[in-house]
């Protein structure tokens, strides 16, 4: 049975309904962990257009930092994380050790005892930037989907809001 | 039978010769609808050697903002619509309601009588643009996209000049 | 027989460990022709992660322009070029003629007697950049893909780890 899956994609690629999708395939209702942080307007707005097309079969467990725990804390229920980029941005910006964050939670994926499904963003096919942390995260980023994809049964590509298989 | 073909793709991915390719598999002439405009010297020089390409079977069709009128004009012969983004471009630019524009057009390629082949760009997978028109418009661009590929038969992605069956 | 085999992807997608795994299972040892140049301390930091993870398996020429005449000179071994991006900016960056030396590439690649995996990147996928030898060098790197492509005998992109099969 399919328990951990990882949707990958573009920005506006159609990623976070496809995991939606998903996730309320395993029943409801789900919880949806946010790891966003309302840093500013722009990132409210989009917040909120999320918020607008979930409906009443979901709980939201917001958790910028500790998403471990926030997945111990909601075993049983089926689950979506949106996202990990997001996860990642808040671990560097806090000055965490995003290396240990990411393998720990590939190491406690597998002990879920219900589904995860977990979204997060291509940001490497772009031109190289000419910012040096933009550099760094995307590095970081990349890693990390490498660490989640490999424990995950499954993995989806997002393009133009379809789904293609990975793994 | 297969009539409205979306193919996306980064840039210099090999999507117009793609689509070239599927736009004559349905009979010639077709009909080339164009929607760059030049606004500088490097533009020219794309639009040229794209149309360098091009051979006689072709029609070409310029229209930078008015697509849905120029599909009605050309409804009969297979087109091809390069591009959505360069689309999407000019009505944001002009300052035109793109959304309104978008899903008019995902209702128009149904009603279409005779094939329409469409290229656009993937722009959303690199880092988060520093500037706010560029993340907008790379919102604006995954948008479109979704649109289109939900009314489309067919949607491939180009990967280094090669086809990529999406739906 | 799969002789010639591109891998391409987004930075930090496992394009190396994937063909680093495709070219030793042609035998050992194998060739590693390393086309980087350490331009600055990042570069520098970046080759020397690379060569941790390989082994006593591999051989590495290093060389950083005449890449064909690395090829017939290690020509009988099984050969991983890592990457063509790199090979390009070098190109370019010493005002050599890339279009002849990308196209003499594809036209020596099926003369070669023994397998060549090449890894090359996805550049194009992102916004479009600001800086005018930013798009140059995303042209230049997506025909030079699609020239390999072509002649190639097996195209994967490298998605999370994870190889998905274009050609």
């Not at 804390?73 to 560097?92: E, F, I, K, S």
Request: hydrophobic share 45%.
């Amino acid at each position: 049975m399919t328990r951990t899956i990882l949707i990958t994609g573009g920005v506006r690629s159609g990623k976070s309904a496809i995991a939606e999708g998903r996730t309320l395939g395993f029943g409801a209702p789900a919880v949806y962990i946010a790891t966003a942080e309302a840093w500013d307007e722009e990132m409210r707005a989009r917040i909120a257009t999320h918020q607008d097309r979930r409906g009443p079969e979901w709980v939201t467990h917001a958790e910028p930092l500790d998403l471990i725990g926030a997945l111990n804390a909601t075993d049983g229920q089926p689950r979506l994380v949106d996202c990990l980029t997001l996860w990642l941005t808040n671990l560097m910006l806090g000055g965490h050790d995003w290396r240990a964050a990411g393998q720990a939670l590939a190491e406690a994926l597998p002990r879920q005892g219900s589904p995860v499904v977990l979204v997060t963003n291509e940001v490497g096919a772009g031109i190289v930037p000419e910012n040096k942390l933009a550099r760094e995260f995307r590095d970081a980023a990349g890693l990390l989907n490498q660490w989640v994809a490999a424990v995950a049964d499954e993995v989806i590509l997002a393009v133009a809001g379809l789904p293609m298989k990975v793994k």
